[in-house]
């Protein structure tokens, strides 16, 4: 089975901090992608990677970056966080191969922002 | 651009009722299509997808999608609800392309949340 996780479960910070989510997925997978989840907004994409050192900017990147220096892991970081981010944070990865493979997702992480 | 739209926020059904869960795109070209579950606390689970072919695809733990291009319309059903079924539901699609790198971005819908009682 393919093993998506997530640094940590639950995340409280405060306003100003940089802060840093880790993803690892265990199955070779080219692409990774990293979402926030808000009620009755969905999943909006904040950034993806297709290779390693590759990424590309999601529908909401703004207070975002993103890092990839290894196939398996991508980080996603606060630079400043601010209340506004607060939020459920969502990793994924996929197979490039077949062009229209699933997404597996990771548990999430619910980030507090004070 | 490509859109998902999930009309109801809500949807409640009876235990052993059948359940739908509403869901139309908008996306240019040939689409595919997805559907995922998420129970509390938790990532989002796959539970089947459309790509070509059959317009019923059936998934997991009992779960059927109908793919209707006229209506351009992905409706979930289940003949006979459980209340384990209760949790939020995702449809999500992508536009073919024969270019498969690009991340297979998905666009996900708002979510509708199914309760189902006894």
């Known amino acids: 089975d393919v093993k998506v996780t997530q640094s940590s479960r639950y995340l409280v910070k405060r306003t100003g901090e940089k802060v840093f989510l880790e993803c690892v997925q265990d199955?070779?997978?080219?692409?990774m992608f990293w979402y926030r989840q808000d009620p009755g907004l969905g999943l909006r994409l904040i950034y993806f990677?297709?290779?390693?050192?590759?990424?590309e900017k999601g529908d909401i990147p703004e207070g975002y970056s993103v890092s990839r220096e290894k196939k398996e892991r991508f980080s996603l970081i606060l630079e400043s966080a601010s209340t506004n981010q607060t939020s459920m944070y969502l990793c994924?990865?996929?197979?490039?191969?077949?062009?229209?493979?699933?997404?597996?997702f990771g548990p999430g992480t619910r980030l507090t922002v004070l | 651009a490509q859109s998902v739209a999930q009309p109801e926020d809500q949807v409640n059904v009876a235990e052993g009722n059948p359940l739908t869960v509403k869901c139309t795109y908008s996306?240019?070209?040939?689409?595919?299509l997805f559907w995922y579950v998420q129970y509390p606390n938790r990532g989002l689970q796959f539970l089947l997808k459309?790509?070509?072919?059959?317009?019923l695809v059936k998934g997991s733990y009992g779960f059927e999608a109908e793919f209707n291009k006229s209506q351009t319309s992905f409706h979930l059903k289940k003949p006979s609800a459980l209340v384990s079924d209760s949790a939020l539901y995702f449809c999500?699609?992508?536009?073919?392309?024969?270019?498969?790198?690009?991340?297979?971005?998905?666009?996900f819908g708002t979510g509708t949340q199914l309760k189902v009682e006894l």
């Open positions: 994924a990865s996929s197979p490039t191969s077949g062009g229209y493979n699933e997404q597996f």
């Open positions: 199955m070779d997978h080219e692409n």
């Open positions: 990677s297709y290779d390693v050192k590759m990424k």
């Open positions: 996306v240019s070209g040939n689409p595919y």
């Open positions: 459309y790509i070509t072919g059959d317009n």
């Open positions: 999500a699609v992508r536009a073919e392309s024969r270019f498969t790198g690009g991340g297979n971005k998905l666009t």
